[in-house]
């Protein structure tokens, strides 16, 4: 913990403590279940005050509870609860969507978005705490909303009404649902996935990927509401438009990132600049500010050129603009500055060893007053609390610590950055957890390749329970992912090295046992995964949650026609149409089952199963993988149970194929039972593939 860094005073901060108890103890995978997320703080107008958003699921009710507070800035007081958040909004892959608040100029109120009910309204809450009420009360949900600058005003935006949306689901049950395009081939067509927390009816638009549910098509419709007398009066689209700032930054060439400043013209832009080279993304960042009396100045000053500027923000009342910058070379931890636009200075505010921002997503804002940042900070072994951080000392204080029984657990967790090179001159970076109290030779190594940021639970997508598996004895490292390359085999090889060249470095410190490695994730994760798995000799075992490219993928998604073939091939270069071409033989699992001689372990969302069935079966007849499949579940799997279910099936395992260990629970003996079938399987593939070689 950064040694400025502290706690807020007062009983309640006292009696949170005493709860912990006086040892910690292990840190069980349904404590990262049940992980306490914080979220979209916003500063009021007067600047004494934040209003942010906690989020946490629930297993026992399979749920996820959220909730409003408005803390004091000083600190003197607790966090007060003024609000219900509702059921999480999320996109249709799974992730949840940024909270955000809007104040009233008076400081009096809180409006937000909120699922409760099953309806979405603009919800107004009291910052004392003594009333929240929906506003809006549509019969379609709400989509957007904005508050006028004197406060007195609601504009909010809909769609198609909540009724028109059911009877058309309906309406398709009777008649048959046409196949074309827009359909999601491969789940269920009736109301089969999980949109705004109600089992809906899906459709694609644009891509294969993103669903949207039915009559999402429909154009906004605009509403005011007078927020004194309730009056309502539809409002046209363009008297929502965003102004002459808007214009101003419409003159600026492909911004990435921008930000307002508060009651002026001017706009703090981020722009990529710099050759590709192979890469994704332009490799750099500049930082401008655009306005009408200088037009576009650049920060040209070394804090802030050649360094990964990833948010940018005014600083209200001032000259200074706040950016934050996510260094590679430190695992991506932040470091805030700000840079006085007037005397171009820039200042270091605070440097921290992970996450400060506002909440999970590293591109999230802190809330800022002219004094203050409120910040959600996040560091790989101590869970998400809110701070209050100084913009001149850099001071910092915790505001709220919702997690603080779990932070007492995980410092008896060993979790170190790690950064290395291979043989190429890459260099990576991680966060390496290892078993508590050392140990009397090398252990088993679990392996991640993604993202790693903040408090590192799972990886990206939350698969992998690092600090589970180390308390049982498995070293765990998560590796963040090089800088994604165009060419997919490049991309695919940088991970493949990253592994190889990671436990290379750990066997040589004498830490890891180099024939008992596992390795898994999600998304990109997965695909590393197998590639590592079919072109590596590094793992024992492994563990997906994801489609890889197959020819059963591209059959389902074929409706999608030419666009669909051009992503295809840009993401994977495979050559040509002919699946039995190089690319495509050197790509996918499904012409490559014989260089399969691990367990491989494939825990899938309902919506994606189904392709890769041609890879996935063969596997599975032949005693190589077992596949369980979560039921209305998106690429991101979200239901509490099911995410608990993930965590201790990856625990139970790699334990299993790593450690040797069964665990003695007579309910687990019918997985344990086909697992010990698979390692017969398992050791007869690896006896013929030797004879291969030796002969």
């Given at each position: 913990?950064?040694?400025?860094?502290?706690a807020v005073?007062?009983?309640?901060?006292?009696l949170?403590?005493l709860v912990?108890g006086?040892?910690g103890h292990?840190?069980?995978?349904?404590q990262?279940?049940?992980?306490?997320?914080?979220?979209?703080?916003?500063?009021?107008p007067?600047?004494?005050m934040?209003?942010y958003?906690v989020?946490?699921?629930?297993v026992?009710r399979n749920t996820w509870e959220?909730?409003?507070y408005?803390?004091s800035?000083d600190?003197?007081?607790p966090?007060r609860?003024?609000g219900?958040?509702g059921?999480?909004?999320r996109?249709s892959?799974?992730v949840?969507?940024a909270?955000?608040?809007v104040?009233?100029?008076d400081?009096?109120w809180i409006h937000?978005?909120?699922l409760?009910?099953?309806?979405?309204?603009?919800?107004?809450?009291?910052v004392?705490?003594s009333s929240?009420v929906p506003?809006?009360?549509?019969?379609?949900?709400?989509?957007?909303?904005?508050?006028?600058?004197?406060?007195?005003?609601?504009?909010y935006s809909?769609g198609?009404?909540?009724k028109?949306v059911?009877d058309?689901?309906?309406?398709?049950?009777?008649?048959?649902?046409?196949?074309?395009?827009?359909?999601p081939i491969?789940?269920?067509l009736f109301?089969s996935?999980?949109l705004?927390?109600r089992?809906?009816?899906?459709?694609?638009?644009?891509?294969?990927?993103i669903?949207?549910?039915?009559?999402?098509e429909v154009?906004d419709?605009?509403?005011?509401?007078?927020?004194?007398?309730?009056a309502?009066?539809?409002v046209a689209e363009s008297?929502?438009a965003a102004g002459?700032?808007q214009?101003?930054l419409?003159?600026d060439?492909?911004p990435w990132?921008?930000?307002?400043?508060p009651?002026?013209i001017r706009?703090?832009?981020?722009?990529?600049i710099g050759?590709q080279q192979g890469?994704?993304d332009?490799?750099?960042?500049e930082l401008?500010?655009v306005?009408?009396?200088?037009?576009r100045?650049a920060?040209a000053?070394p804090?802030c050129?050649g360094?990964p500027i990833?948010g940018?923000?005014?600083?209200p009342g001032?000259s200074d603009?706040?950016?934050?910058?996510s260094?590679?070379d430190?695992?991506y931890?932040?470091s805030?500055?700000?840079w006085?636009?007037e005397?171009?200075a820039?200042h270091?505010v605070v440097?921290?060893?992970?996450?400060a921002?506002?909440g999970?997503?590293?591109?999230?804002?802190c809330?800022?007053s002219?004094a203050?940042?409120a910040c959600?900070?996040?560091?790989?072994d101590?869970?998400?609390?809110?701070?209050?951080?100084?913009l001149v000392?850099g001071e910092r204080?915790?505001?709220?610590?919702?997690?603080q029984?779990?932070?007492w657990?995980?410092e008896?967790?060993?979790?170190?950055p790690?950064?290395w090179?291979?043989?190429?001159?890459?260099?990576y970076?991680g966060?390496l957890?290892?078993?508590?109290g050392?140990s009397h030779?090398?252990?088993p190594?679990v392996?991640?390749?993604?993202?790693?940021l903040?408090?590192?639970r799972g990886g990206?997508?939350?698969e992998?329970p690092?600090?589970s598996l180390?308390?049982?004895?498995i070293?765990?490292?998560c590796i963040n992912?090089?800088?994604?390359?165009?060419?997919a085999?490049?991309?695919y090889?940088l991970g493949?090295?990253a592994?190889e060249?990671?436990?290379d470095?750990?066997v040589a410190?004498g830490?890891v046992d180099?024939?008992?490695v596992g390795?898994g994730g999600?998304?990109f994760?997965?695909e590393?995964?197998l590639?590592t798995?079919m072109y590596?000799?590094?793992l024992?075992?492994?563990?997906v949650?994801?489609p890889m490219?197959s020819?059963?993928?591209?059959?389902?998604?074929?409706?999608?026609?030419e666009?669909?073939?051009?992503r295809l091939?840009?993401?994977?270069?495979?050559g040509?149409?002919?699946e039995?071409?190089?690319g495509?033989r050197?790509?996918?699992?499904?012409?490559?089952l014989?260089?399969?001689?691990i367990p491989?372990l494939?825990?899938m969302p309902?919506?994606e199963?189904?392709?890769?069935l041609?890879?996935?079966?063969?596997l599975i007849?032949?005693?190589?993988?077992?596949?369980?499949?979560f039921?209305?579940e998106?690429h991101q799997k979200?239901q509490?149970?099911?995410k608990l279910a993930?965590?201790q099936?990856?625990?139970d395992?790699?334990?299993f194929w790593?450690?040797?260990y069964?665990?003695?629970?007579?309910?687990?003996e019918k997985?344990?039972?086909?697992w010990?079938e698979?390692?017969?399987?398992?050791?007869?593939?690896?006896?013929?593939?030797?004879?291969r070689?030796g002969?």
């Amino acid at each position: 913990m950064n040694r400025k860094t502290r706690a807020v005073p007062g009983l309640w901060l006292g009696l949170a403590m005493l709860v912990c108890g006086a040892d910690g103890h292990a840190v069980s995978p349904r404590q990262l279940v049940e992980v306490a997320d914080l979220g979209g703080p916003v500063v009021s107008p007067d600047g004494r005050m934040v209003a942010y958003r906690v989020e946490q699921a629930s297993v026992e009710r399979n749920t996820w509870e959220t909730a409003w507070y408005v803390a004091s800035l000083d600190g003197l007081a607790p966090p007060r609860r003024v609000g219900d958040g509702g059921i999480p909004l999320r996109n249709s892959s799974g992730v949840p969507l940024a909270a955000q608040a809007v104040w009233s100029p008076d400081g009096r109120w809180i409006h937000y978005r909120a699922l409760i009910g099953g309806r979405i309204d603009v919800w107004r809450a009291a910052v004392d705490g003594s009333s929240a009420v929906p506003v809006t009360g549509d019969p379609a949900d709400v989509r957007e909303f904005r508050l006028s600058d004197d406060g007195r005003t609601l504009l909010y935006s809909v769609g198609a009404t909540r009724k028109e949306v059911l009877d058309a689901e309906l309406a398709e049950y009777d008649a048959g649902i046409r196949i074309d395009s827009s359909v999601p081939i491969g789940q269920g067509l009736f109301r089969s996935g999980y949109l705004e927390e109600r089992l809906a009816t899906q459709r694609l638009k644009d891509n294969e990927v993103i669903r949207y549910p039915l009559l999402a098509e429909v154009a906004d419709r605009w509403i005011s509401i007078d927020l004194a007398t309730g009056a309502r009066k539809p409002v046209a689209e363009s008297e929502v438009a965003a102004g002459e700032r808007q214009q101003l930054l419409t003159r600026d060439s492909k911004p990435w990132k921008t930000s307002y400043e508060p009651g002026g013209i001017r706009v703090a832009v981020l722009t990529r600049i710099g050759g590709q080279q192979g890469l994704r993304d332009s490799p750099d960042v500049e930082l401008s500010v655009v306005d009408r009396r200088r037009g576009r100045v650049a920060c040209a000053l070394p804090l802030c050129t050649g360094v990964p500027i990833t948010g940018v923000q005014w600083r209200p009342g001032s000259s200074d603009v706040v950016f934050t910058v996510s260094s590679p070379d430190e695992g991506y931890a932040q470091s805030i500055f700000r840079w006085d636009v007037e005397t171009n200075a820039v200042h270091r505010v605070v440097d921290t060893q992970g996450l400060a921002g506002g909440g999970r997503d590293r591109f999230s804002p802190c809330g800022v007053s002219s004094a203050v940042l409120a910040c959600v900070t996040a560091d790989p072994d101590r869970p998400p609390r809110l701070e209050r951080i100084d913009l001149v000392s850099g001071e910092r204080q915790v505001l709220h610590d919702p997690n603080q029984s779990l932070a007492w657990d995980m410092e008896g967790v060993s979790v170190r950055p790690l950064r290395w090179t291979d043989g190429e001159g890459t260099t990576y970076t991680g966060q390496l957890f290892t078993p508590a109290g050392g140990s009397h030779g090398p252990v088993p190594l679990v392996v991640s390749y993604y993202w790693c940021l903040g408090f590192v639970r799972g990886g990206l997508g939350d698969e992998m329970p690092f600090a589970s598996l180390a308390e049982k004895g498995i070293a765990a490292l998560c590796i963040n992912r090089a800088p994604v390359r165009t060419n997919a085999v490049e991309r695919y090889e940088l991970g493949r090295s990253a592994v190889e060249s990671a436990v290379d470095r750990l066997v040589a410190e004498g830490l890891v046992d180099r024939n008992k490695v596992g390795m898994g994730g999600l998304s990109f994760g997965t695909e590393t995964t197998l590639w590592t798995a079919m072109y590596s000799d590094a793992l024992a075992a492994a563990s997906v949650s994801s489609p890889m490219l197959s020819p059963q993928l591209r059959l389902l998604s074929g409706l999608q026609g030419e666009a669909f073939e051009q992503r295809l091939d840009a993401y994977w270069q495979l050559g040509g149409r002919d699946e039995a071409s190089a690319g495509w033989r050197a790509m996918s699992p499904v012409f490559n089952l014989d260089r399969f001689r691990i367990p491989l372990l494939m825990q899938m969302p309902e919506q994606e199963y189904m392709l890769v069935l041609d890879y996935a079966i063969p596997l599975i007849r032949s005693g190589l993988a077992d596949m369980y499949v979560f039921p209305h579940e998106p690429h991101q799997k979200f239901q509490p149970r099911h995410k608990l279910a993930v965590y201790q099936r990856n625990l139970d395992w790699f334990r299993f194929w790593l450690q040797g260990y069964e665990e003695p629970n007579p309910a687990k003996e019918k997985q344990y039972a086909r697992w010990r079938e698979m390692r017969a399987a398992v050791s007869a593939r690896a006896v013929r593939g030797g004879a291969r070689q030796g002969g």
